[in-house]
C-alpha cells in the first residue's frame, strides 16, 4: 500500500477555490483533467490520473516529472517545452501539443493535450488549467443532433445479432435528399437546427423500443428486430410525414428523405454487409426519384457490381490503348440498286474471358464516366484508317462513325478530328458522323456552332435512330444535319401492319421534304427492303439483309468479291 501522504492544498490556495467546479466536470469528462497552482507547483488531478496511472493522490507537487515516464520516451521533448511555454505565456494565450501517452492495455496512444493560463487577482497569473484528450477513442455521440453514431450502430447491431442465431429483423438507413442544399441557402447554423429538429421528429415516431443512429453525412441509422417489410413501410410513411414538418420561418424550406432497407439473416448475417446493402438500397431510392424506401434486391446489386468491374477492365483497357476494344463494319447500300456506298463503324469490346460484348452493355457507362471521350478518339482514328485501307478498292467508300454528345461537348473535340484527318489525308467528305442522342440537348447552339465547324470541313453529320428517345420530331426544326437514319422499330412490323407501312412511308417524305436524306436502319428480309425502295424512295439501307457487322479482314474479304 502505498503511504504517500496526500499533500496539503491550502485553505486559500487557487486549488481549494476550485474543487467543487473541478470536480463537477471531471464527472462528465473522460479526458484527464489538471490544475497547477503556479505559486506552489500543487497539482489537482482528476481521478482517471488514479485510475489509468497508478497515482497516489489528485493532489501533487510534481506533476511534470509523475506523468513523463507514461509518455513516449521520443516524445518527452515535445511535453516539456509545452509546459514551460504555458509557465511563461500571458493570460489568453494557450498552448497545444500531441503526444503519445501510454493507455491502460500498455500501448502508446495519441493525445492531444490543450492548456491555457488562469488570472487571480491584479491580472496575475495564478493557475493553469489542461486537459489531456485521447485521440484514439472515437467519439459516441454525435454533437448536431445528440444521437449515438455509427461505431455504436454497429456494436449494437453486432449484439442483436449474437444475441440469439434466430435473430431476424431490418436494417434501415434513412438518407436526406439534398439536405447540401439546405445548409447552403440558410447557413450552417440553420442546417444544424434544421437537421436538429429532423432527428427528434424522426426519434418521435419511432416505436419506443427502436433507436435511431446517426451516421455519416445526413443519414441515420437504425435496426427493427423482428420487422417485415410492411412495418417497415409504415414506420418510414410516418418519417416521410414528419419530414414535411420541417420549415423554416418563411415556410419555404422542402426537405425529403429516402430509405434503404435490408433484412437479417435472410439478406446476409454480418453488420458490416447488412450496412452496405442497405446503403445500396438507399442510393437505388434515390435513383427512383427519392422520397420513396427500397428493399435491397440482389440482381440490381449483383448487376451493379458487374457494371463496376466492367468499368474496371475497360478503364485498364483504355490505359493500355484500348486494347480490348475492336470495330466491326456493317454495309451501307444505295436503296435505288443495293449498291455498297460505305459502312458504319460498331464497337465492340472483348470481356475478361473472351467473350464479346455489344455497345448498349456498355456504351451508357462510357459516357456517364466519360471515358467515351478516350474511346471516342480511339475510335474515329481507327475507322479511318480503316476508311483509308477500304478507299484503295473503292475511293468513294463512306465511313460513318457514331458520336455521343458528350464527345461533342469537349474542347478538345474539334482540334482532334482536324488533326486526324490531316495527318491521314483522308478526305473528309467521305466521313459522316452519326449523332446517338442518349441526353436531352439543352444547348442547341452549342451542337448546331459544333456540327457547323465539322461542315465547314466537309464532314457530313447524321441524325441517329430517329424517332426514338430524345430524337424526335422537333429535332428536325433545331437540328442541322443532312442525312436522317430512321431505327429498326419503324421497319420490323412493315410486312404485317398497314399502320407501320404508312407511318414510315411519311417519315421519309417528312424528311424529305425538309431537303434530308434518309437511312433505313435493320432491313432483315427483302419484302422490307422492296417497300423502302418502290414505295418510300428510301436513299440508304442498313441491316442484316445486306450484311452484318463484321471485323475490318471479314468485311473487305466479302466486299472485294
Ligand atoms: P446504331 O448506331 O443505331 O447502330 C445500329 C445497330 O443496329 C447496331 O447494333 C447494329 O448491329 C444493329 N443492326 C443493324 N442492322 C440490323 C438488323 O437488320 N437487325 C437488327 N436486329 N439489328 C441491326 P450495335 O452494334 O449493337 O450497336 C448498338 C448501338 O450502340 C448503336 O446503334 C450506337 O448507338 C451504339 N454504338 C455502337 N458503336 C458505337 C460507337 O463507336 N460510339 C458510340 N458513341 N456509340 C456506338
Ligand atoms: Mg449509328
Ligand atoms: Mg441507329
Not at 29 to 57: G, H, K, W
Not at 245 to 266: K, L, Q
Not at 301 to 312: E, F, L, S
Request: aromatic fraction near 12%; proline fraction near 3%.
Amino acid at each position: 500500500m502505498d503511504t504517500k501522504a496526500t499533500p496539503y492544498i491550502g485553505e486559500n490556495s487557487p486549488l481549494n477555490r476550485i474543487t467543487t467546479y473541478f470536480n463537477a466536470l471531471q464527472s462528465s469528462a473522460e479526458e484527464y483533467l489538471f490544475v497547477i497552482d503556479l505559486e506552489t507547483e500543487m497539482a489537482l488531478l482528476s481521478d482517471n490520473f488514479i485510475r489509468d496511472f497508478n497515482f497516489s493522490s489528485n493532489v501533487v507537487d510534481d506533476f511534470d516529472n509523475l506523468v513523463e515516464p507514461f509518455i513516449h520516451y521520443e516524445d518527452r521533448e515535445i511535453f516539456e517545452d509545452a509546459l514551460n511555454a504555458i509557465r511563461s505565456a500571458n493570460a489568453e494565450e494557450t498552448v497545444d501539443c500531441e503526444f503519445r501517452l501510454l493507455s491502460k492495455d500498455g500501448e502508446h496512444g495519441w493525445v492531444r493535450m490543450s492548456m491555457a493560463i488562469g488570472m487571480g487577482e491584479f491580472e496575475r497569473p495564478e493557475f493553469l488549467s489542461g486537459v489531456i484528450a485521447r485521440m484514439d477513442i472515437p467519439v459516441k455521440a454525435d454533437n448536431i443532433t445528440g444521437l449515438l453514431k455509427r461505431n455504436v450502430f454497429y456494436a449494437a447491431l453486432q449484439q442483436e445479432l449474437e444475441s440469439d442465431p434466430r435473430a431476424h429483423g431490418a436494417v434501415v438507413v434513412i438518407g436526406l435528399d439534398n439536405f447540401h442544399v439546405i445548409t447552403e441557402t440558410y447557413g450552417h447554423r440553420f442546417g444544424d437546427t434544421a437537421l436538429r429538429q429532423i432527428a427528434q421528429n424522426i426519434t418521435n415516431v419511432l416505436p419506443p423500443d427502436i433507436k435511431l443512429y446517426k451516421l455519416d453525412g445526413y443519414m441515420f441509422g437504425m435496426f427493427m428486430p423482428y420487422a417485415m417489410p410492411e412495418e417497415v413501410e409504415i414506420i418510414f410513411s410516418s418519417v416521410q410525414l414528419c419530414m414535411r414538418e420541417i420549415r423554416n420561418v418563411d415556410d419555404t424550406i422542402y426537405c425529403t428523405a429516402s430509405a434503404g432497407a435490408t433484412f437479417y439473416p435472410d439478406d446476409a448475417k454480418d453488420v458490416i454487409t447488412l450496412a452496405r446493402y442497405s446503403e445500396v438500397a438507399l442510393e437505388l431510392a434515390r435513383k427512383r426519384g427519392r422520397d420513396q424506401i427500397c428493399f435491397f434486391e440482389k440482381e440490381e446489386y449483383d448487376r451493379w457490381r458487374y457494371d463496376i468491374g466492367m468499368q474496371n477492365l475497360m478503364q485498364n483497357s483504355i490505359a493500355r490503348g484500348c486494347e480490348d476494344f475492336f470495330l466491326c463494319y456493317q454495309p451501307q447500300v444505295d436503296a435505288k440498286d443495293g449498291r455498297l456506298v460505305g459502312a458504319e463503324a460498331l464497337l465492340r469490346w472483348y470481356d475478361q474471358d473472351g467473350s464479346i460484348v455489344a455497345p448498349m452493355q456498355f456504351i451508357p457507362m462510357l459516357e456517364k464516366s466519360r471515358m467515351i471521350i478516350p474511346v471516342g478518339h480511339w475510335i474515329i482514328e481507327n475507322a479511318v484508317i480503316t476508311a483509308k485501307k477500304f478507299q484503295e478498292f473503292m475511293p468513294n467508300f463512306q465511313m460513318s462513325v457514331n458520336i455521343s454528345l458528350y464527345q461533342l461537348e469537349e474542347r478538345m473535340f474539334y482540334p482532334f478530328v482536324e488533326d486526324c484527318v490531316r495527318r491521314h489525308a483522308i478526305d473528309p467528305t467521305t466521313l459522316t458522323f452519326e449523332l446517338t442522342e442518349s441526353h436531352q440537348i439543352y444547348d442547341w447552339d452549342f451542337v448546331n456552332k459544333q456540327f457547323g465547324e465539322f461542315h465547314d470541313l466537309g464532314i457530313k453529320i447524321a441524325m441517329d435512330d430517329f424517332g426514338t428517345g430524345y430524337s424526335t420530331i422537333g429535332f428536325l426544326k433545331n437540328f442541322n444535319c443532312d442525312l436522317i437514319k430512321i431505327d429498326r422499330m419503324f421497319v420490323e412490323n412493315i410486312l404485317k401492319s398497314e399502320y407501320d407501312r404508312k407511318l414510315i412511308k411519311h417519315m421519309i417524305m417528312l424528311c424529305h421534304a425538309v431537303g434530308m436524306e434518309v437511312c433505313v436502319e435493320g432491313i432483315e428480309q427483302e419484302g422490307e427492303y422492296l417497300y423502302l425502295r418502290d414505295e418510300c424512295g428510301a436513299d440508304q439501307i442498313q441491316g442484316f439483309f445486306f450484311g452484318y457487322p463484321e471485323t475490318e479482314d471479314v468485311f473487305l474479304e466479302r466486299f472485294k468479291k
